[in-house]
């Protein structure tokens, strides 16, 4: 049985009822869950945007569904809270492994995500409590822009997300960020940026896991152009989109942004479903 959210009527028809109560809070219903009894049950939900509300969404239908099954495998193609995933001044939350814990503690036997910031390799694991399978769409994005270069240099733009590229020969940029502190929570800024890549003369694709700011991808940019490169494209699984991000890429001098459909944007070009297709 397979189910989709309302935040997911791209992707199939919704057979699940959300709506808010006019305080704000959710209001969920499955109305087959009585066919839902014993059978295996594939549950399609967007944790972003509105991510509180969406994951509170989570719980709850996870909860709902498990009155009748335990074989539930949830598809949350953009995992939210996954950045925070250490503590590094006293008393924080491990932000990232709490979320994957309430949700096995809810119901989810396997979740299906793509490119989850804390993983940074594709394939199963246990991450606290739950079993994640953590499908990469690098090879759906490296193909796509490979297509519109020529013999391009690949490239990430921080070690977290080398594993996006290794197997297509790409190397990793060197990324620091300034202090780690409160006030810089909202906008954490690259510090430090480098590579050694010769790229001169060579377009160049850059791959990450997510545009959040888009300080990362805009600074990579700036570095290859520095670097004499010719034509630069930038791809991402995630594309968050905050504020003018995607403005401050193009202006670094990319060529083109393209990212999937794990969060909706005028940039998605790839479509998340296909790597799905003989999986699930
Ligand atoms: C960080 O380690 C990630 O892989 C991304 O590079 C980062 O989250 C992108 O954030 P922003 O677009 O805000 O620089």
């Known amino acids: 049985m397979i189910l989709f959210s309302p935040n997911c009527s791209d992707l199939g028809v919704p057979?699940?009822?959300?709506?808010k109560f006019p305080d704000g809070e959710n209001y969920l219903r499955v109305p087959s869950?009585?066919?839902?009894?014993g059978n295996q049950v594939t549950l399609f939900h967007r944790a972003y945007p509105s991510q509180d509300s969406s994951l509170i969404q989570l719980f709850l239908?996870?909860?709902?569904?498990?009155?009748?099954?335990?074989?539930i495998t949830a598809v949350i193609p953009y995992l939210?809270?996954?950045?925070q995933d250490k503590m590094v001044l006293e008393g924080e939350s491990k932000s990232s492994e709490s979320i994957c814990n309430i949700i096995s503690e809810s119901g989810c036997k396997e979740l299906v995500t793509f490119d989850a910031h804390f993983l940074k390799m594709k394939g199963t694991y246990r991450y606290g409590n739950l079993k994640i399978r953590n499908l990469s769409l690098s090879d759906e994005l490296i193909s796509y822009l490979y297509s519109e270069c020529t013999n391009p240099v690949i490239i990430s733009p921080d070690k977290g997300a080398s594993y996006m590229v290794v197997e297509r020969g790409g190397l990793s940029m060197e990324k620091?960020?300034?202090?780690?502190?409160?006030?810089?929570l909202a906008e954490r800024k690259v510090s430090i940026m480098k590579t050694d890549a010769k790229m001169e003369d060579r377009d160049v694709i850059i791959i990450d896991d997510m545009i959040a700011g888009g300080g990362t991808m805009a600074r990579a940019v700036d570095?290859?152009?520095?670097k004499g490169a010719r034509k630069i494209y930038c791809g991402a699984t995630h594309g968050l989109f905050l504020g003018d991000s995607a403005n401050k890429i193009l202006s670094a001098g990319a060529e083109e942004i393209v990212v999937s459909n794990?969060?909706?944007s005028p940039y998605s070009k790839?479509?998340?479903?296909?790597?799905l297709r003989g999986l699930i």
Do not use: V
């Open 262 to 264: 794990t969060i909706l």
């Open 33 to 37: 869950l009585k066919d839902a009894e």
């Open 15 to 19: 057979n699940i009822e959300i709506k």
């Open 61 to 71: 239908l996870l909860k709902t569904l498990k009155r009748a099954t335990d074989k």
């Open 223 to 226: 570095i290859c152009k520095k």
């Open 176 to 184: 620091k960020r300034k202090g780690y502190e409160q006030s810089e």
């Open 270 to 275: 790839i479509n998340f479903m296909d790597k």
């Open 80 to 83: 939210p809270y996954a950045r």
